[in-house]
């Protein structure tokens, strides 16, 4: 008899836009609405829940296209991480200086850039994502 695997951690697909400029990484995350169950009004990355069947790059591509009415091409796969309520797949894609005003807000109620020392100064800031971002960091000084 097969054997089912079962999480009980959510499966995320995340998108984690980024420019550079000056000298800095500046990341484009999503202010999330004050009305929604899972912490609201705080800052993170586009993207989340996948659905049942599918892959995490299905799974971005539906949740960009949802959100921000965008089809990123490029994109690359940061990595997997591990949490303890959610297996999250991180995919990165450096975009130009005009993608705010090339995407259009469906879910959340903004789009802002950050800075590394911004990240870590913001108190609305999902801490997983903070996790995320700096081991991108980390992987961008390499």
């Given amino acids: 008899m097969e054997e089912i ?28 609405a004050k009305n929604i169950k899972r912490l609201p009004d705080y800052f993170g990355f586009w993207g989340e829940g996948m659905q049942k069947n599918e892959t995490p790059e299905q799974g971005l591509l539906r949740e960009v296209r949802e959100e921000m009415n965008y089809r990123p091409v490029g994109y690359s796969f940061l990595d997997k991480y591990n949490f303890v309520r959610s297996e999250k797949f991180a995919f990165t894609l450096e975009v130009g200086n005009n993608f705010a ?29 903070k996790v995320i971002l700096r081991d991108f960091f980390k992987k961008l000084r390499k």
Avoid: H, M, T
């Fill in 5 to 32: 695997y079962y999480s009980p951690q959510r499966r995320c697909a995340l998108f984690i836009p980024y420019k550079k400029q000056d000298g800095e990484v500046l990341f484009f995350l999503q202010k999330r």
């Fill in 101 to 129: 005003n090339e995407i259009q807000i469906l879910e959340g109620e903004y789009g802002k850039y950050f800075s590394e020392k911004e990240i870590e100064k913001e108190p609305k800031l999902i801490e997983d994502d």
